[in-house]
Each structure stands twice: as C-alpha cells, then as structure tokens.
C-alpha cells in the first residue's frame, strides 16, 4: 500500500510517528518515536523532530532545523534556514534534566526568520513574525514584528505578513483594532 506522505530514502522515521497526508520529509531527515507531523507539511533537508513533538498542517520548516521534544508548532507556522529551537533553561553537561523541558508554542501562522533563536519557556504569537538573526528571550504578542538581539517588538504585522500602518489596516483587506496593548484582527 503507497504512503500518502513522502520520505527521502535517505531520512529515518522512528516507530510509532503520526504523517499527514501530502506531507514530504526531504533528505537526511530524522523524526523520533511518537512525533506527530500533520498534513501538507514540509521538512526540508537535515530537519530533525524530537520525541513526541507536535506540529500542525502546513507547516514549513526549512534546511538545518531542529524541533526539540517541549516544541509545538500550531498549523501553518514558517520556520526559516537554521532558526534555532532550545528546551532546556540552564543546561548543564554534568546535570541533564532528562525530560523537564521548557515548553515553547508557536502559534498559528506566525513565521521565523533564517538563523532566528527562540529560548525555551514562551509562546510565540499567532501570525508573528521574527526577523532573521533575532534572538526571542520572551513571549512574543500576535503580529508582532520582532527583531534584534534581544528580539523587541518593532512593529505590527498583518497576518500576510506585511507591515501595518497607523490605522492598522493592510493592503490585502484585513484590519486590526488595539485592544488594551494587544493587537487582534477585526472579523470580517
């Protein structure tokens, strides 16, 4: 019986791993035991997912990437070239925690730049988008644009990814309202 999903021949998958329909894991990928992987997603080359990580429909995780177990990735999340995953706050060679991890989520839609770090212990934001080389050390708001080292909001963003104005409507016909200081999308 023909998979539904493709695998290079040049990755492993470990027993008992969930992969959606339509869905392509490209060379030298490893995923381990219990990863789930939802429909049409995209692992590029070298992409390791730890044990019994999440990750939605749509995802694309591209080139060098690792999703260490304490990762969740909500549906079409975008993680860019060699962006960086950690789950451990204080590791320590000599005092491995062995599956206390910091839990990271990244929420739907939101996208990381190539080379980005997110550390463990925080959400990133629906629709958010961090900037390539940024460095998250916190929770980072929906459609937020995030950048630098430490990662500061610089501005919002539509959920297309496009820069907001001040009267916070974009281009492709989506608007946005403040509520309190956070961001949320006006249903249309």
Known sequence: ???????HPSSYIDENVSIGEG???????HVEEGAVIGRHCVLGQNVYIGKGVRI???VHI??????YAGVELEDHVFCGPSCVFTNVRTPRSQYPVHGAY???LVKAGASLGANCTVVCGHTIGEGALVAAGAVVTGDVEDYALMQGVPAR????????GKKLGPDLRCGCGLRYEMKGTHLQK???
Do not use: D, L
């Open 1 to 7: 019986m023909e998979k539904a999903y493709f695998v």
């Open 186 to 188: 006006i249903k249309q």
């Open 62 to 67: 591209q080139n060098n990437v690792s999703v």
């Open 56 to 58: 939605g429909n749509g």
């Open 23 to 29: 869905t392509k894991v490209w060379h030298f990928c």
């Open 153 to 160: 909001r610089v501005a919002w963003v539509c959920a297309c």
């Open 102 to 104: 910091a839990p990271t």
